[in-house]
């Protein structure tokens, strides 16, 4: 199916310790997106990934789109107590704009 | 942050009654879309709309209705509530319609189905 796969569901770090997200598809992908929603909240756009072995950074998150295309990370490097949330990657849904989501990572950390 | 506006934001309702979220955005762009959000399941798409009266459905339409009679509306009708559609349901847009384009979302709505 069109599904992501996403791992871990769940991650609890202490501050200052570092934190990776999986995203993963059993079809090659166009593109994937990366969203951040913080508890209460809504999704957030982060980044977009489209090219074959493309790694992007922002600050201290660090994105990469694997090889074939079919799967992408999301790293953070020392992580704060703002990084707390969830992180949700996506998909094209078959040949339109909407997005199919993976289930999320959901990051606590503690200080 | 995009201007949408979703509402109401919080809704208790009773089983087998109909109720309809709405979705009003002011970025006058083409692509809206609804989600649910369940623990353990992350976002599900359910329907979304290309354009005023062009609608589709996405991955967990049954139960479901949609209408765009404006470009700025997206109404979704739950036709007779069930216990299974308590969740939070988010709306979202994009402009142009690349498929490379983000997803902008509204702030959600709680509906809890008793």
């Known amino acids: 199916g069109q599904q992501v796969m996403q791992i871990p569901q769940y991650q609890h770090v202490q501050e200052g310790e570092d934190f990776t997200t999986y995203c993963n598809s059993s079809?090659?992908?166009?593109?994937i997106q990366w969203y951040k929603q913080r508890p209460g909240g809504h999704p957030v756009f982060l980044i977009q990934?489209?090219?074959?072995?493309e790694v992007k950074k922002q600050k201290r998150l660090t994105f990469q789109f694997g090889e074939a295309k079919k799967n992408s990370s999301l790293h953070i490097t020392a992580t704060q107590t703002t990084d707390v949330g969830t992180y949700f990657c996506?998909?094209?849904?078959?040949?339109?704009?909407?997005?199919?989501f993976g289930k999320g990572t959901t990051l606590s950390v503690s200080s | 942050d995009a201007g949408i506006t979703q509402s109401p934001r919080h809704k208790v309702t009773e089983t087998g009654t109909p109720v309809t979220l709405r979705c009003h955005q002011t970025?006058?762009?083409?692509?809206m879309y609804w989600y649910r959000q369940d623990p353990g399941h992350g976002l599900r798409l359910i329907h979304y709309?290309?354009?005023?009266?062009?609608?589709d459905k996405g991955e967990v339409s049954d139960g479901y209705s949609v209408s765009r009679s404006k470009t700025e509306d997206f109404l979704l009708t739950l036709e007779s509530a069930t216990s299974s559609q308590t969740s939070v349901y988010f709306c979202?847009?994009?402009?142009?319609?690349?498929?490379?384009?983000?997803?902008?979302f509204g702030s959600g709505t709680q509906l809890s189905v008793l």
């Open positions: 970025e006058n762009h083409r692509y």
């Open positions: 709309s290309y354009g005023v009266k062009d609608t």
């Open positions: 990934l489209v090219k074959s072995g």
């Open positions: 996506g998909r094209p849904h078959q040949a339109g704009t909407a997005l199919i």
């Open positions: 079809t090659t992908l166009s593109n």
């Open positions: 979202a847009i994009s402009g142009t319609g690349a498929t490379n384009e983000k997803l902008f």
